[in-house]
Structures are given as structure tokens and as C-alpha cells.
């Protein structure tokens, strides 16, 4: 089992939409989570960063996460076609080693 | 947010021979690694770069094939050595992690000829 996975998708949806993305993954240890997005032919941007459980949110722009469940979504509202994009989530664990594991991303297109 | 210069943003190189990526960072950053990014795979760890001493090398990455220099807290290097076309990837460094935000550099796209 990896210890991130993500649904590489591809996700299509019509301008407007909520979009739902998800990654589970393994290992309970990992206590800071984050969410990247990357245009074709770009360096991924970081969209979102939360430690531990709970909900955060940055505009249109809302990031989950379920410990317990070992779940992580990012939720974007009223979605624009200038959203389309592959969003990586990501994580870390708290002291040690800080290096981050990524999902494989989701590719999302939204239609005008 | 720290602002990254990675340089060369692309390149195209002859099998045998080693690219020498670099990553420039505004401000004195603790933690620094290196990715590569192949198509449909994740983001995979090569190393971490560590300020006055040897790197860290993931399993499956060595030193002879992929040297890096952190010389200060702002600077590092990842060279490709003796290139061949499975290296043709996406290199990215990534400054910060773990309780701080971390940023990528624009990535650097490599093709191996």
C-alpha cells in the first residue's frame, strides 16, 4: 500500500461546480497536510497548509482533514476554468525527517 | 513566502554527459530538498539537501549519480551525472516542511537525448 493515494482522475466538471479531491493514506504520524496546485509546464503553488484535524478555508478554496479516518479533501466552490490545473496533496510528519509525500494529483478541467 | 530561482528552467543534453541544476532561495531557509516529477508518477524524494554536510539520498538515489552542494542557507545544487533518457524528468527543489509552508521552485525540465 503507498502511503499517499490520490485518484489520478481525470475530473471534468462544468463551470460552477463544487469540486471534491481526495488522498487517504497509511501512516497516522503524518500531522501537516497541504494541497498544491500545478499548471501544465509549471512548478506546483502551494494552495493550502493545515496541521492536524479540522477545516481551513481561503476564499473559494477549503481544506479538510479527518485523522481518525486518515482522509484529506480539498473543496473548491463556484470553479472557474482558470482552476484547471493537477492538485497534489501532500504531508509531513512532525519532527525528524520533514520531508513531504505526495499523491499522485488529480487532473481538473472545468468547462465555461 | 520565500521567493525561489531554479535555473536552468529546461534543457536538452546528450546521454554521458551531467547537467548542474541550481536553486536560489531570498532568504535563509533550515530545510531543502530535490524532486523529480516524471509523467503520471508521484513526486519522488531524491534527496535532502543538508547545509554543511552530506545529503541524504532516498532509496534508489545515490551520490555518484546524483551529487548535491548545499554550501549556505540559501543555495544548493543538484547535478545529473552521466545522463541517460530515464532521466529525462521534471527537477523541482523544495525549500521548507514539516511545521513551515514549503514552496517549490519552478522546476527544471530536462530532456536526455
Known amino acids: 500500500q503507498k502511503e499517499v493515494e490520490q485518484d489520478p482522475g481525470p475530473l471534468s466538471v462544468p463551470e460552477g461546480a463544487i469540486v471534491s479531491l481526495n488522498c487517504t493514506y497509511s501512516?497516522?504520524?503524518?500531522?501537516?497536510f497541504m494541497w498544491y496546485r500545478q499548471y501544465s509546464r509549471k512548478g506546483p503553488e502551494l494552495l493550502m497548509y493545515t496541521y492536524s484535524s479540522g477545516n481551513k478555508e481561503d476564499g473559494r478554496f477549503t481544506a479538510q482533514v479527518d485523522k481518525s479516518s486518515k482522509y484529506i479533501s480539498l473543496f473548491i466552490r463556484d470553479s472557474q476554468p482558470s482552476d484547471s490545473a493537477t492538485y497534489l496533496c501532500a504531508m509531513s510528519f512532525q519532527g525528524g525527517s520533514e520531508k513531504l509525500v505526495f499523491g499522485k494529483g488529480t487532473k481538473l478541467t472545468v468547462n465555461p | 513566502s520565500a521567493v525561489i530561482s531554479q535555473k536552468p528552467s529546461r534543457d536538452i543534453c546528450q546521454r554521458g554527459t551531467s547537467l548542474t541544476i541550481q536553486c536560489q532561495v531570498d532568504s535563509q531557509v533550515t530545510m531543502m530538498f530535490w524532486y523529480r516529477q516524471q509523467p503520471g508518477q508521484s513526486l519522488t524524494l531524491i534527496a535532502t539537501?543538508?547545509?554543511?554536510?552530506?545529503?541524504?539520498?532516498e532509496s534508489g538515489f545515490v551520490i555518484d549519480k546524483f551529487p548535491i552542494s548545499r554550501p549556505n542557507l540559501t543555495f544548493s545544487t543538484l547535478t545529473v551525472s552521466n545522463m541517460s533518457p530515464e532521466d529525462s524528468s521534471i527537477y523541482l527543489c523544495?525549500?521548507?516542511?514539516?511545521?513551515?509552508?514549503?514552496?517549490f521552485g519552478q522546476g527544471t525540465r530536462l530532456t536526455v537525448v
Open positions: 523544495l525549500v521548507g516542511g514539516g511545521n513551515t509552508e514549503a514552496f
Open positions: 501512516n497516522s504520524a503524518f500531522q501537516y
Open positions: 539537501a543538508n547545509q554543511g554536510s552530506e545529503a541524504t539520498y
